[in-house]
């Protein structure tokens, strides 16, 4: 069974050519012969008409006419009287050679059976002639078709042709017609290979263009420039490559942001889970605590003055520690839903840090730090304040309780053109790697046993972000020779004032 386009359409053409020359030929053997009788039958006719209308009484005249009809068409052209008398006749022994056409009379009794058929016919006919389709003669041995008609001075016309030179043709004729059919048909077999690879290669193009769309590749293209309509088929089939590479871009574009989509809920989720853990552990010792001192208050564990105080005051600085971390939840949450938009003001920012440290002089002396600010002393930024101050705040108290070694806290302010840097470093342990960024996750210690030696709740660096997030500004962290540097960008204000250097500061 054929199955490809090509070898369906080559044997289609094959099969119609054949079913036509075979079809011919049968109509040929069947119906030439017929067609070429009365062909002859036209003939005798015409040949009459116009012996009729040149003959009157005399052949003479005629003998050029009468021998180019005969030598022409074929016929035996016989002319006789009423009185049976034959006036001329085709046969060349019936004449007398190169005498008068009234000395060319038949041999006596030689043709009496032709000229009493001819008269007798002449007298039984109903018009003016009459065809008779087979005539035998008994001297040839053969048959004829014949045409009897009466001439316009009376004499009657004889003319016949015979009939196995009809079929003789005939068969000739579908001889060579089988011949010329099969040729036909070996030069239609060439013909429909050749056209019927040449008509099926857009077809083939296009199916190759297909199985590529089918594996995403939608490089290729129909690169025909026919106008029918395999050349629409073709541009359309380059149509839908290209929106099914534009539809299937988008597709993987959107499947790429729902899978980034879904990893960032699944972090969220995460971070959600481990926010609810790490405030319940934040939360779970002070409460313990209070709740164990409490109790001990209560029983008069302690009889004595000093240790009720002490009492009283671990419950206090619990409590207090309580009340930072809710403050310090609700700071970040207000600040990461947006509630909480940065009022702009100028302000400089190097007289704020001069502000937070002497805030932590007495921590800064207790603990023994040599605390110093670098780079500009007069720096205008546009922030709002009160946020870049607790951002400020947050580094420098994440700086003191971290600190050690040298026991060094600088703070570095750099002006650019759009952006002033504020850097505050700490020697001290360096941050492990792969903490750099985890840190500004919220509740994340790098002292994985969370202890509460700093005293810190683990939102301090949650809050930079969200506050630096807020402003669109750049922050971060680094591990630099001896310590750690924390750093922030804020806004230059776009003109620095020649006086009151500490305007945009709050009472």
Aim: one cysteine or more; hydrophobic letters at 40%; proline letters at 4%.
């Amino acid at each position: 069974m054929i199955k490809s386009v090509r070898g369906k359409l080559f044997a289609g053409i094959v099969g119609l050519i054949a079913l036509f020359v075979l079809l011919s030929w049968a109509l040929n053997w069947g119906l030439l012969d017929r067609y070429y009788r009365s062909a002859k039958r036209g003939s005798l006719v015409n040949a009459y008409s116009r012996i009729r209308r040149l003959y009157e009484g005399d052949a003479g005249p005629l003998l050029l006419e009468l021998e180019t009809m005969e030598r022409r068409e074929g016929f035996h052209i016989v002319v006789v009287d009423p009185g049976l008398s034959i006036k001329y006749d085709t046969v060349p022994d019936r004449r007398a050679p190169g005498g008068p056409i009234s000395d060319r009379l038949p041999r006596p009794g030689s043709d009496r059976w032709l000229t009493e058929f001819i008269v007798r016919t002449a007298q039984d006919m109903e018009g003016d002639y009459v065809v008779l389709e087979a005539t035998p003669d008994e001297r040839l041995k053969t048959e004829f078709m014949s045409l009897v008609g009466l001439l316009s001075n009376g004499d009657y016309l004889f003319l016949r042709t015979p009939v196995p030179a009809i079929q003789e043709s005939a068969a000739t004729a579908n001889r060579f017609f089988l011949i010329s059919g099969s040729l036909m048909i070996a030069v239609g077999i060439a013909f429909a290979f050749v056209f019927a690879g040449w008509f099926t290669r857009p077809i083939l193009e296009m199916k190759a263009i297909a199985e590529r769309m089918a594996r995403l590749d939608f490089s290729s293209k129909y690169t025909g420039s026919s106008h029918d309509e395999i050349g629409a088929l073709g541009q359309s089939i380059n149509l839908m490559s290209g929106q099914l590479e534009r539809s299937i871009g988008e597709l993987v574009t959107a499947n790429e942001k729902l899978l980034e989509d879904i990893e960032r809920e699944r972090r969220i989720d995460d971070m959600r889970k481990e926010f609810i853990a790490s405030v319940s552990h934040e939360l779970k010792t002070p409460i313990a605590m209070i709740q164990g001192y409490a109790e001990g208050l209560k029983l008069n564990v302690n009889e004595d003055e000093e240790n009720r105080n002490f009492y009283c005051d671990v419950i206090t600085d619990e409590a207090a520690r309580m009340n930072r971390l809710v403050t310090q939840l609700l700071s970040l949450a207000r600040i990461e839903s947006g509630n909480a938009i940065p009022e702009i003001i100028c302000f400089d920012i190097a007289e704020m840090a001069r502000r937070v440290l002497r805030k932590s002089r007495l921590v800064l002396e207790e603990r023994g730090i040599d605390a110093s600010i670098e780079g500009e002393e007069h720096s205008l930024v546009s922030a709002d304040y009160d946020m870049i101050e607790q951002v400020l705040t947050n580094y420098i108290t994440n700086a003191v309780d971290h600190t050690s070694g040298d026991n060094k806290l600088r703070v570095r302010i750099d002006s650019g053109a759009d952006k002033v840097r504020v850097s505050v470093f700490n020697s001290g342990d360096p941050i492990p790697p792969e903490s750099i960024d985890s840190i500004w996750t919220s509740f994340y210690k790098t002292d994985k046993a969370r202890t509460r030696e700093h005293g810190g709740t683990g939102l301090g660096l949650s809050i930079v972000k969200a506050i630096q997030d807020a402003h669109g500004n750049a922050y971060g962290a680094a591990n630099v020779r001896g310590g750690v540097e924390f750093w922030f960008d804020v806004d230059a204000a776009p003109e620095a004032p020649e006086t009151d250097l500490d305007m945009g500061v709050p009472g």
